[in-house]
């Protein structure tokens, strides 16, 4: 286990080097150890203000930095389960836009057009996961399918783990209860944030940036030729 003495919070992960609040460097530390005895000079130290109120972005770059890597489509992954977490949206884009969107113009199409259907589709809303989901009636009964509800409990556990405790993440009771899931053959919301494809998550991210820098410099040239065309005549 391991310890930032700034934010006094403990963190189960093993593979952690900065804290992922503060990026201080984290202390090693044992389960059965107290607090007195790793930081006594943090005693009465009160969680820093971000940790206490976290912006989208910042629970975005948390759940990303946590689960192996943060990615354009981690990003996005993150963000269609977020705005699933209530009866009413509380945006319109899945996604809110930022400056990143700079350089993943593609990504922005996708947000539009999948906020769109989202809006239309996720018409239905269940009270025991605290989840928006979409149905065809045709095909599945009215109320939210079993499994599913209980893998969207599993991320919001998982959330509520990361955003909303003060002393302490520990993720080990879900990782436990995550093994014996995909054990029984079911599908776990932990076992996909740790089983990420990072190659193919890392490929669509330069080919974002390099699609998004030659949509840029097709604008640039359709704009100045005919400037240079008129200058030069040519």
Known sequence: MRKCLSCNITFDDENLVGCLYCESILVKIHQDQSRE???PSAQGTESLPSKKILTHQNKDYLMGILFRRRTFLSS???SCNDIKR??????FLVQPIDIGYVVKIPWLVVDIVY???FHILHSRYCPLCNTRYFIFYHFQEAQHPKDACEYCQEYNRISDEIFLKKERVDLRVL???SEEKVRRGKKSAFFDLTHRNIKLERFLDILSILISIALYG????R?????FAEIYQF
């Open 86 to 91: 209530s009866k009413k949206a509380t945006r």
């Open 76 to 78: 996005f992954a993150f």
């Open 218 to 221: 097709y604008v640039v040239i």
């Open 223 to 227: 704009v100045s030729m005919p400037i």
């Open 115 to 117: 906020s769109l259907f």
């Open 37 to 39: 005895d790793v930081a």
């Open 175 to 177: 990782r436990k209860e």
